[in-house]
């Protein structure tokens, strides 16, 4: 079965740090693209970051430029999200999603993990 | 980024037809595919449409999507009560800093 499992969310303060993880099982990893999409409960989808096939191009979102960093480990067929400096406007659902190389949509979608951020 | 527009929410009655635009640029839609997303509350999105107007395998042909400049419409035909969710359009934009994706505001569809 196709699948990709967030973790790593939970409580943090503000400032603080925290690394979500992301594991891909059931297709063939290293040839897709992964992102993070967020979304604030009752609010839209907010794309956050992507991270080309075999790791070497990746790409932020504004809002979290230079406060997070995307990586991947195609041996283990997981994807990292480290957050750093997070603030209140962080706190979401966070989404591990796919993207075929040469594809343009997102056809695989985690179940997410919750970010709160407290102030 | 910028941040595609749709309308923040439609209604239709079961059985009619009702259609979800997509507001972008010549940057953005005008130069990328879009692709359309259903999500139900407490749930994780999931893939409706692709390039403009293709179906996934599983998805009805009640949905269709289309594509005309810098606009994109999802339509759904023979609207059900299961119809009722959020639904996002979103495409790509090419900058020099990489490409990104950007997703529509959202539009809630309500069954009457």
């Known amino acids: 079965e196709v699948q990709l499992m967030e973790s790593g969310g939970g409580l943090v303060q503000r400032g603080g740090s925290l690394r979500l993880s992301c594991a891909a099982s059931?297709?063939?990893?290293?040839?897709?693209?992964i992102h993070w999409v967020r979304q604030v409960p009752g609010k839209g989808l907010v794309w956050v970051s992507r991270i080309n096939s075999d790791g070497t191009t990746t790409s932020y979102a504004d809002s979290v430029k230079g406060r997070f960093t995307i990586s991947r480990d195609n041996a283990k067929n997981m994807v990292y999200l480290q957050m750093s400096s997070l603030t209140a406007e962080d706190s979401a659902v966070y989404y591990c999603?796919?993207?075929?190389?040469?594809?343009?949509?997102?056809?695989?979608w985690g179940k997410g993990t919750t970010v709160t951020v407290s102030s | 980024q910028s941040v595609l527009t749709q309308p923040p929410s439609v209604s239709a009655a079961p059985g009619q037809k009702v259609t979800i635009s997509c507001s972008g640029s010549s940057s953005d839609i005008g130069n990328n595919y879009v692709s359309w997303y259903q999500q139900f509350p407490g749930t994780a999105p999931k893939l409706l449409i692709y390039d403009n107007n293709k179906l996934p395998s599983g998805i009805p042909d009640r949905f269709s999507g289309s594509k005309s400049g810098t606009s994109a419409t999802l339509g759904i035909t023979g609207v059900q009560t299961g119809d009722e969710a959020d639904y996002y359009c979103e495409t790509w934009n090419g900058t020099r800093s990489g490409t990104h994706v950007i997703l529509g505001g959202g539009t809630k569809l309500t069954v009457l």
């Open positions: 059931g297709f063939a990893f290293s040839t897709y693209w």
């Open positions: 999603v796919r993207c075929r190389v040469g594809a343009y949509y997102m056809d695989v």
